[in-house]
């Protein structure tokens, strides 16, 4: 148990930045899918 706990505390920081660049990243690129989306929706009525 003890040393489960310690890899944890090893690895720990990995982890957080992990989950926060990955937070960022999807920060950013959800209003770009949703802005594309947008975008391609009015293309294709345009298009029909």
């Known amino acids: 148990m003890a040393y489960q706990y310690e890899s944890i505390g ?9 989950l926060v660049y990955l937070g960022v990243i999807g920060a950013i690129t959800y209003p770009l ?3 594309l989306s947008f975008l391609i929706n009015q293309i294709v009525m345009v298009i029909l």
């Open 10 to 18: 090893q690895y720990g920081p990995f982890i957080l930045i992990g």
């Open 33 to 35: 899918e949703l802005i």
